[in-house]
């Protein structure tokens, strides 16, 4: 993985997001992994869209698929969020490990825009 698509690790588990529009864009199924919202990740984050429809989320107008590595090393699209809307998200699932989560997000979001600034 380059700069542009990197793995970050959260409490020991690894989060891919790549470098998107200028902002970094995390896959959403690995954050559910993170959050173990569930034992089938895929499957929450599915019933979470239509779950946030109904709140009046439409996550269609937010998500974003881009092609990230997937445990076989081929690129697969891959449900991505920005950090703003992965906050929605998150907010939306009931785990404990959720604000710890969203703090580290918020973290890594500022260490890219230090980055940026410095590269200027």
């Not at 992994?33 to 989320?57: H, I, Q």
Request: net charge negative; with cysteine; glycine share 4%.
């Amino acid at each position: 993985m380059d700069e542009e698509n990197a793995l970050v690790v959260f409490q020991g588990k690894e989060i891919r997001r790549t470098w998107h529009n200028n902002e970094w864009y995390f896959s959403i199924i690995d954050v559910m992994n993170v959050l173990e919202a569930s034992t089938l990740p895929k499957r929450y984050w599915s019933d979470l869209k239509t779950k946030l429809a109904n709140d009046g989320f439409e996550a269609y107008d937010k998500i974003v698929q881009l092609r990230l590595p997937a445990e076989d090393g081929k690129l697969r699209d891959t449900d991505c969020a920005n950090t703003k809307y992965m906050f929605r998200i998150i907010q939306s699932i009931p785990s404990p490990k959720a604000e710890p989560f969203k703090l580290w997000l918020a973290q890594v979001g500022y260490e890219r825009v230090q980055e940026i600034e410095i590269s200027n």
